[in-house]
């Protein structure tokens, strides 16, 4: 049936491009028959070889016509066009030189049309924030792969509210598809715990694709983190900071007002005084050590200090603090140690904050052990904290036998102002500054803290150092 309408429709084509080539010279021979200029017998063998030859050249014609639109239509299929319509077409060399420069044309703008979409998928995908792009049925028809990984699944066809079905985030999205300005709020996405600041945008123009929003997420988390830290800083220095000023403001007016005629009141009132403007002037300077450490930590150390000398002063400068509670600092004995790049003053930090520690938290009369040496073998997360190529590493350990740390705060130590026992704290003179200068000190010499305790045992610290 169908190679019955082939057939068919090749003849009605091969009559149809014959028909030209005959009518004009067919009219003329009619003409001369009907003027007596040819007889009928050579009219009509004149018609008859007229007709067989422009049917013959309507049916070349229609084949090249036809192998034509095959060639085109495979190369545009992308499929390999057949060898016998190439010969075929390859016949006439004005035809073959056009179908060469086609298929080559074809070929070029293809690969760069390839090209082109592999690398805007590429850019697409290593974009740190979230891309999602939605059609008019708010069903997401993209996402790069930051959008993967921030929902942990893939969102493909899923409707929006598989981003978040807050109503906030539903109506702006819904807001913008209708009025056509972009909006822009804060969302959370319970899949990872992480904030975003989420802009939608409408697509600017008529997408082929069906995309009529597109959503744009950038991870906010780290920054809000930054200023909450900065403000809850600036609120718990002003605090500390009140706490003494207050004291002292009460005691000037007490000297001015009940104590005035009272020269042993006023000069027990003076020494408090004095106490209270000691203890505004230690949290000052630990402030501007903490700003001074900060200032640096984009600077590597570049110092080759030995930490041994360095070990030796702060002990020394220790030891009258820990006579106060007769306590010893013992240094186990231990190997030379190896020379390292670092920051006597930051590194001196570490050691005399960790002794006075030590010394505040460790019973009274009890030992305060250093340990020092070399390392090759390190636990896991020690592993993890220092830097990959690091195979050797110095460490210093201080010990204590005191009230030790409950495992639930330990993870919080190195934490601005946070202290166990606020009241405690105060009591032995402390800020909740110490542990976090130390741990800032030791990031800037790329190395590890490690902090071991048990309640009503005692504590220990240890430092690592790479070499
Ligand atoms: P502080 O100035 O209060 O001592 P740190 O940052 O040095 O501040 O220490 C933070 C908190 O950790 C302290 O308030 C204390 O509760 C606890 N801590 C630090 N070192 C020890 C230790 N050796 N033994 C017991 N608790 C300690």
């Given at each position: 049936m169908?190679?019955q309408?082939?057939?068919k429709?090749m003849?009605?084509?091969?009559?149809?491009?014959?028909?030209?080539r005959?009518?004009?010279?067919?009219?003329l021979?009619?003409i001369?028959?009907i003027s007596?200029?040819l007889?009928?017998p050579?009219a009509l063998g004149?018609?008859m070889?007229?007709?067989?030859s422009?049917?013959a050249?309507?049916?070349?014609?229609?084949?090249?016509?036809?192998?034509?639109?095959?060639?085109i239509?495979?190369?545009s299929d992308?499929r390999?066009?057949a060898d016998?319509i190439i010969?075929?077409l390859?016949k006439?060399t004005?035809?073959?030189?056009?179908?060469?420069?086609?298929?080559?044309n074809?070929r070029?703008k293809k690969?760069?049309?390839?090209t082109?979409?592999?690398?805007?998928?590429i850019?697409f995908?290593?974009?740190?924030?979230?891309?999602?792009?939605l059609?008019?049925r708010l069903?997401?028809?993209r996402a790069?792969?930051?959008?993967h990984?921030?929902?942990?699944r893939?969102l493909?066809?899923?409707?929006c509210?598989?981003i978040?079905?807050d109503?906030v985030?539903?109506?702006?999205?819904?807001?913008?598809?209708?009025?056509e300005t972009s909006?822009?709020?804060e969302?959370?996405i319970?899949?990872?715990g992480?904030?975003?600041?989420?802009?939608i945008?409408r697509?600017?123009?008529?997408s082929?694709?069906g995309?009529?929003l597109?959503?744009?997420?950038?991870?906010?988390?780290?920054?809000?983190?930054?200023?909450?830290?900065v403000?809850?800083?600036v609120a718990?220095?002003?605090?500390?900071?009140r706490?003494p000023?207050?004291?002292i403001i009460?005691?000037i007016e007490?000297i001015?007002?009940?104590?005035?005629?009272?020269p042993?009141?006023?000069?027990?009132?003076?020494?408090?005084?004095?106490?209270?403007?000691?203890?505004?002037n230690d949290l000052?300077?630990?402030l501007?050590?903490?700003?001074?450490?900060?200032?640096?930590?984009?600077s590597?150390p570049?110092?080759i200090?030995?930490?041994e000398d360095?070990m030796?002063?702060c002990?020394?400068q220790?030891?009258?603090?820990?006579?106060?509670?007769?306590?010893?600092?013992?240094?186990e004995?231990?190997?030379?140690?190896?020379?390292?790049?670092?920051?006597?003053?930051?590194l001196?930090?570490v050691?005399?904050?960790?002794?006075?520690?030590?010394?505040?938290?460790?019973?009274?009369?009890?030992?305060?052990?250093v340990?020092v040496?070399?390392?090759?073998?390190?636990?896991l997360?020690i592993?993890?904290?220092?830097?990959l190529?690091?195979?050797?590493a110095?460490?210093i350990?201080v010990?204590d036998?005191?009230?030790?740390?409950?495992?639930?705060h330990?993870?919080?130590l190195?934490?601005?102002f946070?202290?166990?026992?606020?009241?405690?704290?105060?009591?032995?003179?402390?800020?909740g500054?110490?542990?976090?200068?130390?741990?800032q000190?030791?990031?800037h010499?790329?190395?590890?803290?490690?902090i071991?305790?048990?309640l009503?045992?005692g504590?220990?610290?240890?430092?690592?150092?790479?070499?």
């Amino acid at each position: 049936m169908e190679a019955q309408t082939g057939k068919k429709r090749m003849i009605i084509k091969s009559v149809g491009y014959a028909l030209p080539r005959i009518i004009l010279p067919g009219s003329l021979i009619v003409i001369a028959a009907i003027s007596h200029l040819l007889t009928l017998p050579m009219a009509l063998g004149l018609i008859m070889i007229i007709l067989l030859s422009g049917i013959a050249c309507g049916y070349v014609r229609y084949r090249e016509i036809e192998a034509l639109s095959i060639y085109i239509r495979q190369l545009s299929d992308d499929r390999k066009p057949a060898d016998d319509i190439i010969q075929f077409l390859r016949k006439d060399t004005s035809l073959a030189e056009s179908l060469d420069e086609l298929q080559h044309n074809w070929r070029n703008k293809k690969t760069q049309l390839e090209t082109m979409l592999a690398e805007s998928k590429i850019v697409f995908d290593t974009m740190p924030d979230v891309f999602v792009m939605l059609n008019r049925r708010l069903e997401i028809i993209r996402a790069n792969s930051a959008a993967h990984e921030a929902f942990k699944r893939n969102l493909k066809w899923k409707n929006c509210d598989a981003i978040s079905a807050d109503p906030v985030f539903l109506q702006a999205v819904q807001s913008v598809l209708e009025e056509e300005t972009s909006r822009s709020i804060e969302l959370r996405i319970p899949e990872n715990g992480r904030d975003y600041s989420l802009r939608i945008e409408r697509f600017p123009v008529a997408s082929p694709g069906g995309i009529a929003l597109i959503l744009v997420m950038h991870d906010i988390t780290e920054s809000k983190r930054m200023k909450q830290l900065v403000s809850d800083f600036v609120a718990n220095a002003s605090h500390e900071i009140r706490t003494p000023l207050t004291g002292i403001i009460g005691l000037i007016e007490t000297i001015r007002t009940s104590a005035k005629d009272d020269p042993q009141a006023r000069e027990t009132f003076l020494e408090m005084m004095a106490e209270q403007a000691k203890r505004m002037n230690d949290l000052v300077n630990e402030l501007l050590s903490l700003s001074k450490i900060e200032i640096n930590a984009f600077s590597t150390p570049k110092e080759i200090v030995h930490v041994e000398d360095i070990m030796a002063d702060c002990i020394q400068q220790m030891e009258a603090l820990a006579a106060e509670k007769e306590m010893d600092i013992l240094v186990e004995p231990h190997n030379d140690l190896p020379l390292i790049k670092g920051d006597t003053n930051e590194l001196a930090m570490v050691l005399t904050n960790l002794l006075s520690n030590a010394i505040k938290y460790g019973n009274a009369r009890t030992p305060i052990h250093v340990h020092v040496g070399t390392t090759s073998s390190f636990a896991l997360e020690i592993k993890e904290a220092l830097p990959l190529e690091c195979k050797l590493a110095i460490y210093i350990a201080v010990s204590d036998n005191g009230e030790g740390i409950s495992p639930d705060h330990l993870p919080r130590l190195t934490e601005r102002f946070y202290r166990v026992d606020k009241a405690r704290s105060r009591a032995v003179g402390g800020f909740g500054l110490g542990l976090s200068i130390v741990k800032q000190i030791i990031n800037h010499h790329q190395g590890a803290l490690q902090i071991e305790s048990v309640l009503g045992q005692g504590s220990k610290f240890t430092v690592y150092l790479p070499v």
